[in-house]
């Protein structure tokens, strides 16, 4: 069973829309996360939710809006799309301190494409 | 603020060693990480250090952390074809209070050679 899913895989969509990437983990983990990474490469976070609670907002445009309805999931919501928001985003989760494991466990990652 | 260093590539033959280095700033950084990026694939966790220890080892990897100058070292034992991806160096405030978030570099394209 997969630990950590996002869905879509692929989205391709035009620039004005808005949309949705959904996150599950199964793991029982008390906190999620929303990366972002472009087209160099480069991982940024952008949120982190625990226990549905919003902890870190990273200098992210307000078009970004997490939601959270349980502890397994934690979807991402963007609103009116541009050519810059391309890139693939990462979901991720990890146990509770103190847990023993310090280890963020990553999803498959959405490639998001604006046309 | 947090900033975490890596050379953008490295090339080795296969069979050798290779050594991906990072460097942090952050001197309150609990927890650092290697992550393994293979073209178009996610983010897998090759292992972790905490900030109290000075080397770790597990079968092919070694990391080594020096926390006086702030470095971190992987070190891959007999390159092979399949270690062909970017390497990813992290850190993270993980202190038990709450979700920090990982800090990562920019990634160390390993290019194997034949």
């Known amino acids: 069973d997969t630990a950590v899913s996002q869905t879509p895989k692929y989205l391709v969509t035009q620039m004005g829309n808005d949309k949705s990437i959904k996150c599950e983990q199964n793991l029982g983990h008390d906190t999620m996360y929303w990366y972002k990474q472009d087209s160099k490469k480069f991982l940024k976070i952008m949120f982190s939710?625990?226990?549905?609670?919003?902890?870190i907002n990273e200098t992210v445009p307000n078009r970004f809006s997490p939601k959270s309805p349980d502890k397994a999931h934690l979807n991402l919501h963007i609103n009116s799309l541009e050519l810059g928001d391309s890139a693939v985003y990462f979901c991720?989760?990890?146990?509770?301190?103190?847990?023993?494991?310090?280890?963020?466990?990553f999803g498959p990652g959405t490639r998001l494409t604006v046309t | 603020g947090e900033d975490v260093e890596q050379s953008l590539f490295l090339s080795v033959r296969e069979g050798d060693s290779s050594v991906i280095n990072c460097t942090y700033t952050d001197s309150s950084s609990t927890y650092l990480y290697w992550y393994k990026q293979e073209p178009g694939a996610g983010l897998q966790l090759l292992t972790y250090?905490?900030?109290?220890?000075d080397m770790k080892q597990d079968q092919r990897l070694t990391v080594l952390l020096n926390k006086k100058d702030k470095h971190l070292s992987l070190r891959i034992a007999d390159t092979q074809t399949g270690d062909s991806a970017i390497y990813f160096c992290?850190?993270?405030?993980?202190?038990?209070?709450?979700?920090?978030?990982?800090?990562f570099g920019k990634g160390t394209h390993l290019i194997i050679q034949p």
């Open positions: 991720a989760s990890s146990p509770p301190p103190g847990a023993g494991a310090y280890e963020q466990y």
């Open positions: 939710y625990n226990n549905k609670e919003l902890i």
């Open positions: 250090i905490f900030s109290n220890m």
């Open positions: 992290a850190e993270s405030m993980y202190s038990g209070g709450g979700a920090d978030g990982l800090t």
